[in-house]
């Protein structure tokens, strides 16, 4: 498979990157001599440097042979533009990063028709969306949902005092039965992640993985340790675009929530935007500025600005004033150490959100996907059709790799926990964890 991207900066060259490490051959577009430079010192794919949007920089690139072009500039006109041309190539399907919300609404639809892409992604907004789960799910580092909403996988941290520490999974399992509401999918213990196996035995600070019924999430997080409220103090750093996406939903929910922003005339608009939400002046990393919020009272803060120095230090700061919940988004993936060692509670990237979306079109026979910024293992979502090698049969019976877990299966919109005696049909929806090594062989089961 061939893949264009267009674009180099965080988004573009997280994708990139991710795809040319699966094998994948990729090509990057780059109008930005410097940064282009720079990324083809440190990645392994081809870089041209030029302007997505010219159709001689598309060619030199080989669009009559792409199989997928990937637009992620900043420029929403830019990436419509190459969706465009794309397809006048006969490129069979392009994503397109579309951000301004003129260029989403009613008013715009024949323009979104003529850029003629298969599907328009918005990092921002799927990060304000990661952020919402977050502050449904106190204490968890992660959470995704598939199954059409019937399936949660939690990713948490646990901490000593939790009934799940010094458990071994195969006694988890002996209390989960007839019928399990949830089964331990991944652990990360120092660099390695494992898919686990029933002699495992769960420790203090592991980072672990759980799929899970929806109408178990609440017990499932009892036993992580993760029990709490859902917050309703909450302060917003940054008012940017994710940030006020996040007030905006918040609004209607009970929660109180208040917002910093540093430029005047960027507060004074939100403050006339945002009914209901307190809007202060002043910058996130200013102490007095943040003590004026009332840290003592705050139960979650997400720092969501453009800026991940000031993400760390405003987080770190409201931990020391005793806030419980933090959650910070990161730019650079190198600050994910040290946001655990500085006991940030969870990280979260524009990144993944584009790479999940352009792995559910790499991958055409995958339902979902869903990757983790503490990478290892995927999270894919399969449905299997007529004639695929695993309608009829047991999971055990399927031959999977040992580094491939089936979690999950969704029949007739309810969700159950696989086992190894589970038998799929038609229709299901299988809900795997898998390194990345070994998605081709699952798809080749499951497909």
Same mark, same amino acid.
């Given at each position: 498979m061939r893949v264009i991207v267009v674009g180099a900066g965080e988004v573009g060259s997280y994708v990139a990157d991710r795809l040319s490490r699966e094998g994948v051959d990729v090509v990057v577009v780059e109008r930005n001599t410097k940064r282009a430079a720079a990324f083809a010192d440190t990645a392994d794919v081809e870089v041209i440097t030029g302007s997505g949007t010219h159709p001689r920089v598309l060619a030199e690139a080989g669009v009559d042979s792409a199989d997928l072009l990937v637009a992620v500039?900043?420029?929403?006109?830019?990436?419509?533009?190459?969706?465009?041309?794309?397809?006048?190539?006969?490129?069979?399907? +392009?994503? @397109?990063?579309?951000?301004?919300?003129?260029?989403?609404?009613?008013?715009?639809?024949?323009?979104?028709?003529?850029?003629?892409?298969?599907?328009?992604?918005?990092?921002?907004?799927?990060?304000?969306?990661?952020?919402? !789960?977050?502050?449904?799910?106190?204490?968890? !580092?992660?959470?995704?949902?598939?199954?059409?909403?019937?399936?949660?996988?939690?990713?948490?941290?646990v901490p000593p005092e939790a009934p799940i520490v010094g458990r071994s999974l195969v006694e988890l399992g002996v209390e989960n039965e007839p019928e399990w509401d949830y089964i331990v999918g991944s652990?990360?213990?120092?660099?390695?992640?494992?898919?686990?196996r029933g002699d495992y035995r769960l420790e203090a600070n592991d980072l672990i993985r759980i799929v899970c019924k929806r109408s178990a999430?609440? !017990?499932?997080?009892?036993? @992580?340790?993760?029990?709490?409220?859902?917050?309703?103090?909450?302060?917003?750093?940054?008012?940017?675009? +994710?940030?006020?996406?996040?007030?905006?939903?918040?609004?209607? +929910?009970?929660?109180?929530?208040?917002m910093i922003e540093r430029d005047p005339d960027r507060a004074r608009e939100l403050a006339e935007k945002l009914d209901g939400v307190r809007v202060l002046l002043g910058? @996130?990393?200013?102490?007095?500025?943040?003590?004026?919020?009332?840290?003592?009272?705050?139960?979650?803060?997400?720092a969501l600005t453009g800026e991940d120095d000031a993400n760390v230090l405003a987080s770190v700061y409201a931990k020391s004033a005793g806030v419980p919940e933090t959650i910070a988004v990161v730019h650079r993936l190198n600050f994910l150490d040290l946001l655990d060692q500085v006991g940030v509670d969870a990280a979260l990237s524009p990144r993944t959100a584009t790479a999940n979306a352009v792995l559910?079109?790499?991958?055409?026979?995958?339902?979902?996907?869903?990757?983790? %910024?503490?990478?290892?293992?995927? %999270?894919?979502?399969?449905?299997?059709?007529?004639?695929?090698?695993?309608?009829?049969? +047991?999971?055990?019976? %399927?031959?999977?790799?040992?580094?491939? %877990?089936?979690?999950?299966?969704?029949r007739d919109g309810r969700a159950q926990i696989a086992r190894g005696r589970t038998s799929l049909r038609k229709g299901d929806h299988v809900i795997v964890i898998a390194e990345p090594e070994s998605v081709d062989e699952v798809a080749d089961h499951l497909g």
């Open positions: 500039t900043k420029n929403d006109e830019a990436n419509l533009v190459a969706s465009m041309l794309a397809k006048q190539a006969d490129v069979p399907h +392009t994503v @397109v990063r579309l951000e301004a919300p003129e260029l989403r609404e009613f008013d715009a639809a024949e323009l979104r028709r003529n850029a003629a892409a298969d599907l328009f992604i918005d990092p921002d907004e799927e990060t304000a969306q990661e952020v919402l !789960s977050l502050i449904e799910m106190p204490g968890a !580092s992660e959470v995704a949902t598939l199954g059409n909403g019937e399936v949660l996988v939690i990713g948490a941290r652990i990360r213990r120092g660099d390695e992640t494992v898919i686990p999430r609440r !017990s499932v997080a009892k036993l @992580v340790g993760l029990a709490r409220d859902v917050p309703r103090e909450i302060l917003l750093l940054g008012g940017g675009r +994710t940030a006020t996406l996040v007030a905006q939903k918040l609004r209607g +929910t009970g929660a109180r929530v208040q910058d @996130v990393t200013d102490s007095d500025v943040l003590d004026e919020a009332d840290l003592p009272r705050i139960e979650l803060v997400a559910r079109f790499v991958r055409q026979d995958v339902a979902a996907v869903a990757t983790f %910024l503490h990478a290892g293992v995927e %999270l894919l979502e399969f449905e299997i059709h007529s004639g695929s090698a695993a309608d009829g049969k +047991t999971i055990a019976e %399927l031959g999977l790799p040992r580094d491939v %877990l089936v979690g999950a299966v969704v």
